[in-house]
RNA sequence: GACCCCAUGGUCUAGAGGCCUAGGACAUCACCCUUUCAAGGUGGUAACCCGGGUUCGAAUCCCGGUGGGGUCACCA
């Protein structure tokens, strides 16, 4: 806690109308720091008031998604919390209280006018270049008026000033103002009685006790028309503080032709969670101390809003895959290979034979930088490679003596004793044959990783045969063999 | 178009008037290491949008321009 007696309480207010986007993902992590740094509350908010774009599901995703990322509601939908309800849909009769009420005291009015009308009416102030305001048509329309006895839908529109500026004190932005005059009065209930978004989101802040409004920077226009109907409903100010937005390598928004936008992307893509919220962390906010690696826990304590960018921040693939791999590399092997194992499963791979998962992450980690790509390194370990790399054959298999040396190769390796199967003593036997051959320990070691393996890349050789095996190893050299001197090997040609 | 926000290398950023011949990270290039590819190490290329002020002094303050982004719904 930092100032004043009350706690502070920050929220992340999603509509469930598809995935955690990144840069939602980011507003929530930014706003989940900022509470956790004071000690306060996380509140998770769904503004399901939409019901035409409601996804089914999406509540569900949304939530996995951020718990994946470390972003932890203290109070939301599904666990409750002393301020609820946490579904803005729960809270309607709340809101058409609230609606009533500034009905009554003249704050508000009634307006008849069709989606037609109104559309037609903008279009006009359009074509004279004037912006699209609603003109206030029936806030002339008195109380006692005989319309109110009819039966015609309406809407009901916010009284706002006509004159003076409407100030908006944001914490990364300082002082923002708007001239009443440009802002006209707003729908707060929709026909169907249900209240719009500016309306009902004031409605829920203040009901729970939200100190801090963070949110994306989108929402600054929106603010001095919440502002107005917090001053209409009596209700003092939270602070505000507009976080800038992600944007797409080209500085446009973020869409889906941008490829991968949400977490569930990324995860499906083989990134890790605690990567993603590495680097979603300095998407906007930098440690003072310049540090970049840190999981969310780290960054609690080093958190503050003035330390964050006020300019749109660019998304870049590149540095999300180099995080990713430096948490492939850090964390527990038991971790990684447990955050692999789905991605091995999808490769038709099964691990029943030949070495553990774990053995395999230790193996190939260090060059991996997505999971997908760890899996798809493993793959020889569990399975024989079925085609060989054709630039590598043409390399490594074209001379007419490779048949022989692997044949000796195998044997070699077979000779060797259970203590001798270590990388020492491979290198070992791999330097005798050599000299016995008469050639260097190159030759020996690239044909044998192409046959081993069906690659020209890779793990360190000795690395490699030490974790498959001797049983696995001599097999696979003497069907390489066998195959290369009936010229029946399968190549594998690169795409593209 | 109107209103609002913003402006340091390709990207993320440090910088809160002299510490800046502008620092770090990703990417990129070269070299080293080396059984391949990575990783790692070393070094390099690369930025204060432009123009006016203010000041002894400006990346840092002010104004204008330009550029980018956002908002203008009975969506949230």
């Given at each position: 806690m930092q100032e004043g007696p009350f706690l502070v309480r920050t929220r992340y207010a999603p509509s469930p109308s598809g995935t955690l986007h990144i840069g939602g993902a980011r507003t929530a992590l930014f706003s989940f720091l900022f509470a956790k740094h004071y000690g306060g509350d996380f509140v998770l908010r769904v503004e399901d008031t939409d019901r035409a774009r409601l996804v089914s599901g999406s509540e569900e995703a949304l939530m996995r998604s951020m718990e994946s990322l470390g972003i932890l509601w203290d109070e939301g939908p599904d666990v409750g919390g002393p301020y609820g309800p946490y579904r803005q849909s729960e809270r309607l009769v709340e809101h058409q209280r609230y609606a009533a009420q500034l009905l009554d005291e003249g704050k508000a009015y009634r307006c008849y006018c069709t989606p037609e009308e109104l559309d037609a009416a903008r279009k006009a102030r359009q074509a004279q270049g004037?912006?699209?305001?609603?003109?206030?048509?029936?806030?002339?329309?008195?109380?006692?008026?005989?319309?109110?006895?009819?039966?015609k839908p309406y809407v009901l529109r916010l009284k706002i000033p006509l004159s003076g500026v409407t100030v908006v004190d944001d914490m990364i932005r300082g002082h923002v103002s708007f001239d009443n005059a440009i802002l006209d009065d707003f729908v707060i209930v929709k026909t169907d009685g249900t209240p719009t978004y500016n309306f009902a989101v004031v409605i829920d802040d203040w009901a729970m006790h939200i100190s801090h409004v963070i949110r994306a920077e989108e929402h600054l226009s929106n603010t001095p028309k919440q502002i107005l109907v917090y001053e209409a409903l009596n209700f003092s100010l939270p602070q505000f503080a507009h976080i800038p937005m992600v944007l797409a390598p080209d500085r446009?928004?973020?869409?889906k032709r941008h490829g991968a936008t949400s977490v569930e992307e990324y995860a499906a893509q083989g990134i890790l969670p605690e990567a993603l919220a590495n680097y979603l962390l300095l998407l906007g906010w930098s440690a003072p101390d310049g540090r970049e690696f840190m999981t969310v826990a780290d960054a609690i304590p080093l958190f503050s809003l003035d330390r964050v960018q006020h300019t749109a921040a660019v998304y870049d693939q590149k540095k999300l895959e180099w995080m990713n791999a430096q948490y492939l590399k850090s964390l527990p092997v038991t971790t990684v290979a447990q955050a692999v194992r789905p991605f091995v499963e999808k490769l038709g791979i099964t691990m029943e034979h030949g070495p553990s998962l774990e053995e395999g992450v230790e193996l190939v980690r260090e060059r991996a930088h997505t999971l997908q790509d760890l899996a798809e390194g493993m793959r020889f370990l569990w399975q024989n490679p079925e085609e060989y790399d054709a630039k590598g054959v043409d390399k490594h298999?074209?001379?007419?003596e490779v048949v022989a040396r692997l044949q000796a190769l195998a044997e070699t390796m077979e000779q060797l004793s259970k203590d001798q199967w270590h990388h020492d003593g491979l290198v070992q036997a791999f330097d005798q044959l050599a000299t016995q051959l008469g050639i260097k320990r190159a030759e020996l070691i690239h044909p044998c990783r192409l046959a081993l393996t069906g690659r020209t890349v890779g793990p360190g050789l000795f690395e490699l045969v030490v974790v498959l095996g001797q049983e696995e190893t001599v097999a696979r050299l003497l069907t390489v063999a066998t195959a290369l001197s009936r010229g029946a090997l399968k190549l594998e040609h690169p795409i593209g």
């Open positions: 004037l912006p699209p305001r609603y003109m206030g048509t029936c806030r002339k329309i008195t109380v006692d008026d005989p319309i109110h006895q009819t039966h446009s928004k973020l869409s298999f074209s001379n007419p």
